[in-house]
T-cell receptor, first 112, second 113 residues
């Protein structure tokens, strides 16, 4: 079974731009969660989607948004990028909630 | 709100030695997870602990859960260099129909010859 895939793997943007990251969960998994990992703040929960509905949201500003499609693929969008948004963005999927979450390889975003 | 604390933050140990990583959490967690992360890589699931007294073992790693003490431990037996990585514990708090992982700060393990 293929694992969680994320695209792109690396991204460089400048302040003020916006970015969209994509995540394809493991086949059959309906829950997709997003996390941000930085050296200073560690791993922080962004949001979770289940059956195209956002079920939970972390403490991030409204510039961070996401969505899930009917095939369970998910995207997250960050608008008006700031330097502090530079991070590894990890997507995780699970078949049910709660259940073990399986993480993708991540997208490393650098904001200049 | 669930808070998860790990210690130590950094652990340097010699091959062949034993050591334990501690994970304390602040409130009832429905389950407790352990993950491993290699540098520049994603998170690999190691264990999920579901109930008080749960113990799971895989190779040289053994995880346990004490829900009364709100403590989980990851014990490393006879460490080898391949175990060098960062280990995270994470709790999960079901809030109605939603759930999210709350991670500890991670323990960076370095196994030296």
């Amino acid at each position: 079974k293929a694992g969680v895939t994320q695209t792109p793997r690396y991204l460089i943007k400048t302040r003020g731009q916006q970015v969209t990251l994509s995540c394809s969960p493991i086949s059959g998994h309906r829950s997709v969660s997003w996390y941000q990992q930085t050296p200073g703040q560690g791993l922080q929960f962004l949001f979770e989607y289940f059956s195209e509905t956002q079920r939970n949201k972390g403490n991030f500003p409204g510039r961070f948004s996401g969505r899930q499609f009917s095939n369970s693929r998910s995207e997250m969008n960050v608008s008006t990028l700031e330097l502090g948004d530079s991070a590894l963005y990890l997507c995780a999927s699970s078949p049910l909630r709660p259940d073990t979450q399986y993480f993708g390889p991540g997208t490393r975003l650098t904001v200049l | 709100e669930l808070k998860v604390e790990q210690n130590p933050l950094f652990l340097s140990m010699q091959e062949g030695k034993n050591y334990t990583i501690y994970c304390n959490y602040s409130t009832t967690s429905d389950r407790l997870y352990w993950y491993r992360q290699d540098p520049g890589k994603s998170l690999e699931s190691l264990f999920v602990l579901l109930s008080n007294g749960a113990v799971k073992q895989e190779g040289r790693l053994m995880a346990s859960l004490d829900t009364k003490a709100r403590l989980s431990t990851l014990h490393i037996t006879a460490a080898v260099h391949d175990l060098s990585a960062t280990y995270f514990c994470a709790g999960i708090l079901n809030t109605g129909t939603a759930s999210k992982l709350t991670f500890g700060t991670g323990t960076r393990l370095q196994v030296t010859l």
